[in-house]
C-alpha cells in the first residue's frame, strides 16, 4: 500500500473485458449493464435491487473505467474494511476513509487519491459531510458518487440516517459527476423519498424482481424449539454458516450456550454484550467455516457475508419487511440457502399483546396491527410463501415456485366454521379474559379444579368440542388470532377477548377456511434429495479435493487475515472440483476468477489438484 503508484489510468476497457479481467465473470446480469452503460454515459441511475442480486458491480466497474476516482457513500462502516480486501484480491485499486482509520493510515489514503491511485475510495456519511473532504473532492477528478444502502435517507425505512439528508447538497457542486442511488429495500414510500431527497428526478429507474429464488422458504409449528432447530440443522446444515435470529438477549445467550454443548460451533450476537466481543464474533462468523451466530436484530445490517446457509427464525420478527430482510441475508452467493422458521400459539399472543401495549398514537397502532397481521396471514397461509411474499411487496408472481414448504408438501384446509363459533362463544361466556388451555379444556368437558371453581362446568359451551383434539383447539385458537378475528388482552396475563371481526364468525355470516396443521410426530426429515446442496460431489474423490481445496483456501485467508470467501467463493471453489483445471489459463477459465487472483493463487490450487489426481492415481 505505501509504494508510490505510477498514476496508471485503467486500459481502455470495455466493461465486458472489466467483468472478466477484474472480477471472472463472463456475463452480466440483468440490468448491470444497462446501468454501467448509463452511468459510462455520465447520467444518474436509482437502482433497486434485491440482496444478492449484484448491485455493487454497477458502481464498481464505471469507477474503474471512467476517469477519476468513483466515490462510494456507506454507512456500513464494519463492512468497508472487507469490500476493500476483497477488491483488492480482484486487483482493483480500492480504498476507504472512516473514523477506523488512525490520521496517518488517512492521510496516506487521501495521498493516494490525490495521486490518481485509488479508483474506488469507500466513505461514511459523515466524512462525505466534512468540508475537508469536500476541498479534496474539487482537487481530483471523480468518476461517479454512489449512495449505497440509500433508504438511509428515508424516515420510511428502518435505518433513517439524517446525514443522508445532507448528500444531495455535496453532489448538487458537482454537477457533472453522475449519480447513483442503490436499496434492496423495496416500498413505495421509501422509493419515492430516495428519488426526493438525494434529489435524483433526472434518473432512470432501475427495478428488478425481489424474488430470491435460490432461498427456500420453510415455516413450521414450534413444538420444541430447541429440538427442531437441532435436528434442522444436523439433517441440513452440518458444516455450514447460518444465522439463528430469537428476539431477546437472554435467549439468544441461552440457545448459543445450548447449541455449543451440542457440539455446534455457535456464537451469540446482540446489543448486550461488550463492544469488544461483539466484534469478535462478528469476526469469526466472517472468517472462520461453519459458524452459527445466534443473534438479535442488532446483528445483520452489514453483513456481507455471500455464503450464509440457512437464516432460522426461532421467535417471529416484527413485520413482513424485517422478514424479508432477515431471510434475505441467506444465499447472497446464488447458492441454495433455507429460510426456516418455526412458531406457535404463544408467540402470536406475545406480539399481539406487545403492540397493543406499546407507546405510538392509534394511526401508528394501526399501520403496526395490519403489518403484524401480514406477517401471521403469511405465516398460516396455504398458498405458496413465494407468491404471497413478492405479493405483499406488490409484485405479482404468477406461478407456484416449487421450492417453499407450501408447495413441497401438500397444505389441506378445512371449513372450520362451525368450530370457530364454538371456540369464540367460549370465549364471549367465560368472560373474555381466558388464554387458550382453559378455553380448551371448557370445550373439552375436562372437570378440572380451575373449572369447577369457576363454574364454568355449567356454562352452554362446557364439552361442546369433543370432535377436536386440545391440540387441534389450539390451532383454531392461534388461526383466530392470526386472521385478526380473536383479539388479545392487555392483562398481564393475557387472555383472549372479541373484536369487531369476531361477530360475522359467530353470527354465521362469514364461512373459515383453516389450515389443517401437520402432526408433530411426522417431524420429517425431508429427503436431501429434494435440496440440492451446496456440495454434493458424485465421488468420494471430489470430495476429498473439495475438504482438501477449502482447508487450502482457510490457510490462505488466515495468512492474509480476510474471509475464505474473499479469496474464493463456494461456487468457484465447486467448479474448481469439478473442472479440476491443469494450466493457467484453464484455471483463468473459472468463473469467479480474475487475472489479479489468478496471479496470486493459481500455483498453489494447481499444485493442490495436481496432487490429488495423482495420489488418487496411485
Ligand atoms: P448486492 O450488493 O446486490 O447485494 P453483490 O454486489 O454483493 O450484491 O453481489 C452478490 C454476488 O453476486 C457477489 O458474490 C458477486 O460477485 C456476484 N456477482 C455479481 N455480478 C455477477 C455476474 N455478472 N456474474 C456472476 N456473479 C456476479
Ligand atoms: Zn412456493
Same mark, same amino acid.
Given at each position: 500500500?505505501?509504494?508510490?503508484?505510477?498514476?496508471?489510468?485503467?486500459?481502455?476497457?470495455?466493461?465486458? *473485458?472489466?467483468?472478466?479481467?477484474?472480477?471472472?465473470?463472463?456475463?452480466?446480469?440483468?440490468?448491470?449493464?444497462?446501468?454501467?452503460?448509463?452511468?459510462?454515459?455520465?447520467?444518474?441511475?436509482?437502482?433497486?435491487?434485491?440482496?444478492?442480486?449484484?448491485?455493487?458491480?454497477?458502481?464498481?466497474?464505471?469507477?474503474?473505467?471512467?476517469?477519476?476516482?468513483?466515490?462510494?457513500?456507506?454507512?456500513?462502516?464494519?463492512?468497508?474494511?472487507?469490500?476493500?480486501?476483497?477488491? +483488492?484480491?480482484?486487483?482493483?485499486?480500492?480504498?476507504?476513509?472512516?473514523?477506523?482509520?488512525?490520521?496517518?493510515?488517512?492521510?496516506?489514503?487521501?495521498?493516494?487519491?490525490?495521486?490518481?491511485?485509488?479508483?474506488?475510495?469507500?466513505?461514511?456519511?459523515?466524512?462525505?459531510?466534512?468540508?475537508?473532504?469536500?476541498?479534496?473532492?474539487?482537487?481530483?477528478?471523480?468518476?461517479?458518487?454512489?449512495?449505497?444502502?440509500?433508504?438511509?435517507?428515508? +424516515?420510511?425505512?428502518?435505518?433513517?440516517?439524517?446525514?443522508?439528508?445532507?448528500?444531495?447538497?455535496?453532489?448538487?457542486?458537482?454537477?457533472?459527476?453522475?449519480?447513483?442511488?442503490?436499496?434492496?429495500?423495496?416500498?413505495?414510500?421509501?422509493?419515492?423519498?430516495?428519488?426526493?431527497?438525494?434529489?435524483?428526478?433526472?434518473?432512470?429507474?432501475?427495478?428488478?424482481?425481489?424474488?430470491?429464488?435460490?432461498?427456500?422458504?420453510?415455516? #413450521?409449528?414450534?413444538?420444541?424449539?430447541?429440538? +427442531?432447530?437441532?435436528?434442522?440443522?444436523?439433517?441440513?446444515?452440518?458444516?455450514?454458516?447460518?444465522?439463528?435470529?430469537?428476539?431477546?438477549?437472554?435467549?439468544?445467550?441461552?440457545?448459543?450456550?445450548?447449541? #455449543?454443548?451440542?457440539?455446534?460451533?455457535?456464537?451469540?450476537?446482540?446489543?448486550?454484550?461488550?463492544?469488544?466481543?461483539?466484534?469478535?464474533?462478528? *469476526?469469526?462468523?466472517?472468517?472462520?467455516?461453519?459458524?452459527?451466530?445466534?443473534?438479535?436484530?442488532?446483528?445483520?445490517?452489514?453483513?456481507?457475508?455471500?455464503?450464509?446457509?440457512?437464516?432460522?427464525?426461532?421467535?417471529?420478527?416484527?413485520?413482513?419487511?424485517?422478514?424479508?430482510?432477515?431471510?434475505?441475508?441467506?444465499?447472497?452467493?446464488?447458492?441454495?440457502?433455507?429460510?426456516?422458521?418455526?412458531?406457535?400459539?404463544?408467540?402470536?399472543?406475545?406480539?399481539?399483546?406487545?403492540?397493543?401495549?406499546?407507546?405510538?398514537?392509534?394511526?401508528?397502532?394501526?399501520?403496526?396491527?395490519?403489518?403484524?397481521?401480514?406477517?401471521?396471514?403469511?405465516?398460516?397461509?396455504?398458498?405458496?410463501?413465494?407468491?404471497?411474499?413478492?405479493?405483499?411487496?406488490?409484485?405479482?408472481?404468477?406461478?407456484?415456485?416449487?421450492?417453499?414448504?407450501?408447495?413441497?408438501?401438500?397444505?389441506?384446509?378445512?371449513?372450520?366454521?362451525?368450530?370457530?363459533?364454538?371456540?369464540?362463544?367460549?370465549?364471549?361466556?367465560?368472560?373474555?379474559?381466558?388464554?387458550?388451555?382453559?378455553?380448551?379444556?371448557?370445550?373439552?368437558?375436562?372437570?378440572?379444579?380451575?373449572?369447577?371453581?369457576?363454574?364454568?362446568?355449567?356454562?352452554?359451551?362446557?364439552?361442546?368440542?369433543?370432535?377436536?383434539?386440545?391440540? #387441534?383447539?389450539?390451532?383454531?385458537?392461534?388461526?383466530?388470532?392470526?386472521?385478526?378475528?380473536?383479539?388479545?388482552?392487555?392483562?398481564?396475563?393475557?387472555?383472549?377477548?372479541?373484536?369487531?371481526?369476531?361477530?360475522?364468525?359467530?353470527?354465521?355470516?362469514?364461512?373459515?377456511?383453516?389450515?389443517?396443521?401437520?402432526?408433530?410426530?411426522?417431524?420429517?426429515?425431508?429427503?436431501?434429495?429434494?435440496?440440492?446442496?451446496?456440495?454434493?460431489?458424485?465421488? +468420494?474423490?471430489?470430495?476429498?479435493?473439495?475438504?482438501?481445496?477449502?482447508?487450502?483456501?482457510?490457510?490462505?485467508?488466515?495468512?492474509?487475515?480476510?474471509?475464505?470467501?474473499?479469496?474464493?467463493?463456494?461456487?468457484?471453489?465447486?467448479?474448481?472440483?469439478?473442472?479440476?483445471?491443469?494450466?493457467?489459463?484453464?484455471?483463468?477459465?473459472?468463473?469467479?476468477?480474475?487475472?489479479?487472483?489468478?496471479?496470486?493463487?493459481?500455483?498453489?490450487?494447481?499444485?493442490?489438484?495436481?496432487?490429488?489426481?495423482?495420489?488418487?492415481?496411485?
Amino acid at each position: 500500500m505505501n509504494h508510490k503508484c505510477v498514476s496508471d489510468p485503467a486500459p481502455a476497457l470495455s466493461s465486458r *473485458q472489466a467483468l472478466r479481467k477484474y472480477f471472472g465473470y463472463d456475463t452480466f446480469r440483468t440490468h448491470q449493464s444497462d446501468i454501467i452503460d448509463r452511468v459510462m454515459d455520465g447520467k444518474d441511475a436509482f437502482v433497486l435491487m434485491p440482496t444478492g442480486s449484484g448491485k455493487s458491480i454497477c458502481y464498481q466497474i464505471p469507477s474503474i473505467l471512467r476517469p477519476g476516482v468513483g466515490v462510494i457513500v456507506s454507512p456500513l462502516i464494519a463492512l468497508m474494511q472487507d469490500q476493500v480486501d476483497a477488491l +483488492q484480491e480482484n486487483g482493483v485499486r480500492a480504498a476507504y476513509l472512516n473514523s477506523s482509520l488512525s490520521a496517518e493510515a488517512a492521510s496516506r489514503v487521501i495521498r493516494r487519491v490525490v495521486e490518481g491511485c485509488v479508483d474506488i475510495l469507500y466513505v461514511a456519511p459523515e466524512r462525505l459531510l466534512m468540508p475537508g473532504f469536500q476541498q479534496l473532492l474539487s482537487r481530483v477528478a471523480i468518476a461517479l458518487f454512489a449512495i449505497d444502502e440509500a433508504h438511509c435517507v428515508s +424516515q420510511w425505512g428502518h435505518d433513517f440516517r439524517p446525514e443522508y439528508r445532507r448528500i444531495a447538497g455535496v453532489t448538487n457542486a458537482f454537477p457533472g459527476v453522475p449519480r447513483l442511488a442503490l436499496t434492496a429495500t423495496a416500498d413505495r414510500l421509501t422509493r419515492d423519498d430516495i428519488v426526493e431527497k438525494l434529489e435524483l428526478n433526472r434518473a432512470t429507474a432501475f427495478v428488478s424482481s425481489f424474488d430470491r429464488p435460490n432461498i427456500t422458504y420453510r415455516i #413450521q409449528l414450534k413444538n420444541s424449539a430447541k429440538k +427442531q432447530l437441532l435436528d434442522f440443522l444436523r439433517a441440513e446444515h452440518p458444516d455450514d454458516a447460518g444465522i439463528v435470529y430469537v428476539r431477546t438477549r437472554k435467549r439468544a445467550d441461552d440457545i448459543a450456550a445450548w447449541l #455449543q454443548e451440542q457440539g455446534l460451533k455457535a456464537l451469540p450476537y446482540h446489543a448486550g454484550l461488550a463492544r469488544d466481543l461483539r466484534i469478535a464474533h462478528q *469476526q469469526r462468523f466472517l472468517r472462520e467455516e461453519g459458524v452459527v451466530m445466534v443473534a438479535t436484530i442488532a446483528f445483520g445490517m452489514g453483513i456481507d457475508k455471500p455464503d450464509v446457509r440457512f437464516v432460522a427464525h426461532l421467535d417471529l420478527p416484527s413485520s413482513m419487511e424485517a422478514y424479508y430482510q432477515e431471510t434475505g441475508r441467506a444465499g447472497r452467493d446464488g447458492q441454495p440457502a433455507d429460510a426456516w422458521m418455526v412458531y406457535a400459539l404463544a408467540d402470536v399472543v406475545a406480539m399481539r399483546k406487545l403492540q397493543e401495549t406499546s407507546d405510538g398514537n392509534d394511526a401508528f397502532k394501526q399501520i403496526q396491527r395490519r403489518k403484524l397481521e401480514s406477517l401471521l396471514g403469511f405465516c398460516e397461509t396455504a398458498v405458496c410463501r413465494r407468491k404471497a411474499l413478492l405479493n405483499y411487496f406488490d409484485e405479482s408472481y404468477p406461478e407456484v415456485c416449487g421450492n417453499c414448504d407450501n408447495c413441497n408438501e401438500s397444505v389441506e384446509t378445512w371449513d372450520a366454521t362451525i368450530p370457530a363459533q364454538k371456540a369464540l362463544s367460549c370465549v364471549y361466556r367465560t368472560g373474555q379474559r381466558f388464554g387458550a388451555a382453559h378455553l380448551t379444556d371448557v370445550l373439552l368437558g375436562n372437570e378440572t379444579e380451575r373449572i369447577r371453581h369457576l363454574g364454568h362446568h355449567r356454562l352452554k359451551t362446557f364439552g361442546v368440542g369433543q370432535e377436536l383434539s386440545a391440540r #387441534q383447539w389450539r390451532s383454531v385458537y392461534r388461526q383466530l388470532i392470526a386472521a385478526g378475528r380473536l383479539a388479545v388482552t392487555t392483562a398481564a396475563i393475557p387472555g383472549f377477548c372479541l373484536c369487531p371481526e369476531s361477530w360475522p364468525v359467530l353470527k354465521g355470516e362469514s364461512r373459515l377456511m383453516l389450515r389443517r396443521d401437520p402432526e408433530p410426530v411426522q417431524a420429517k426429515k425431508r429427503s436431501r434429495a429434494s435440496v440440492q446442496p451446496a456440495v454434493d460431489f458424485e465421488s +468420494q474423490a471430489d470430495l476429498g479435493l473439495w475438504e482438501r481445496l477449502r482447508r487450502l483456501r482457510l490457510e490462505i485467508a488466515q495468512a492474509n487475515d480476510i474471509p475464505p470467501f474473499v479469496v474464493f467463493h463456494d461456487k468457484t471453489l465447486r467448479e474448481m472440483v469439478l473442472e479440476k483445471p491443469t494450466n493457467r489459463s484453464e484455471f483463468l477459465a473459472l468463473n469467479g476468477v480474475g487475472e489479479h487472483k489468478t496471479d496470486q493463487y493459481s500455483e498453489r490450487f494447481l499444485d493442490a489438484i495436481r496432487d490429488h489426481e495423482h495420489e488418487k492415481g496411485s
